[in-house]
């Protein structure tokens, strides 16, 4: 059974993108097109997590543009090289003057080459503890790094949020959970081979799931090597719910009504 069988868009749970940079150049020739698309498959919100300050105002732009577009803003370990002093500033500047659903995308990344660790950790925790300011969840990039990142989560009290793309042990998910933390899980779940992302999703609880897709990064196994987008949300219901042996409409209300109890919002009106 596929998801479009199972969850026709008009009568089924809408899903929710809990990870999308639709601001990214790679959607300006066609974004309103792909929005059209994921809503038709059934799409209801879309999840907008910041990387770097200058691109916040154009995503703020992009987000009061679209009803069901919501932003997050934060500084992501990736782009070290393009954070600026005053970054920190910025940020907590429009944080406390925008509807944010959280601070985000943030975290640590030590798989970088020639990572600065320490650099890195100093801009986490601070971004950390502006999250506990504001009261915001937070939307955690994680590589090579849970260790340090649960204790950093630890010291500075935040109060949930989402580990993105999370491929950690069952006992790191363990850690996260009574931190309050959910798992987003996307495209990589559609790959035959990746057995231990299978049983993160067969034996996590499903009140922890998240449903992501990360476009335009890491598509899943119809569209390897083309740009992801929110449009292929579907096929990742449809491999957690053969991996789980759960009914596609039970996965979607439920990851839907995940979102919305971290977040605060009311996205679905059938559950």
Request: charged content about 25%; glycine content about 8%.
């Amino acid at each position: 059974m596929t998801m479009s069988d199972a969850l026709p868009a008009s009568t089924g749970p809408l899903l929710v993108d809990s990870h999308c940079h639709l601001d990214f150049p790679e959607f300006d020739s066609d974004r309103d097109q792909v929005l059209a698309r994921a809503r038709a498959a059934g799409v209801g919100a879309f999840i907008v997590p910041g990387t770097t300050a200058a691109r916040f105002t154009r995503l703020l732009a992009l987000a009061a543009s679209e009803e069901d577009l919501y932003p997050a803003l934060g500084l992501h370990p990736w782009f070290m090289a393009e954070h600026e002093p005053g970054d920190l500033e910025t940020l907590e500047r429009l944080a406390g003057g925008e509807s944010l659903v959280a601070i985000g995308e943030i975290g640590l990344d030590f798989q970088l080459p020639e990572h600065d660790a320490q650099a890195q950790m100093a801009l986490f925790e601070a971004q950390l503890r502006l999250a506990r300011k504001l009261a915001l969840p937070v939307i955690l990039h994680v590589r090579k790094a849970h260790q340090a990142v649960l204790e950093a989560l630890q010291r500075t009290g935040v109060r949930g949020g989402i580990c993105h793309a999370f491929n950690g042990s069952p006992q790191q998910a363990a850690q996260y959970m009574k931190l309050g933390f959910l798992f987003g899980f996307g495209g990589m779940l559609t790959y035959p081979n990746a057995k231990r992302l299978h049983r993160l999703a067969r034996e996590l609880p499903l009140d922890h799931l998240v449903l992501e897709t990360d476009a335009p990064s890491m598509s899943g196994a119809r569209h390897r090597g083309q740009r992801n987008s929110p449009e292929y949300l579907p096929e990742v219901v449809e491999a957690l719910a053969r991996l789980r042996e759960e009914e596609p409409r039970e996965i979607a209300r439920r990851t839907t009504r995940n979102l919305e109890r971290l977040f605060g919002l009311k996205i679905d009106p059938s559950g």
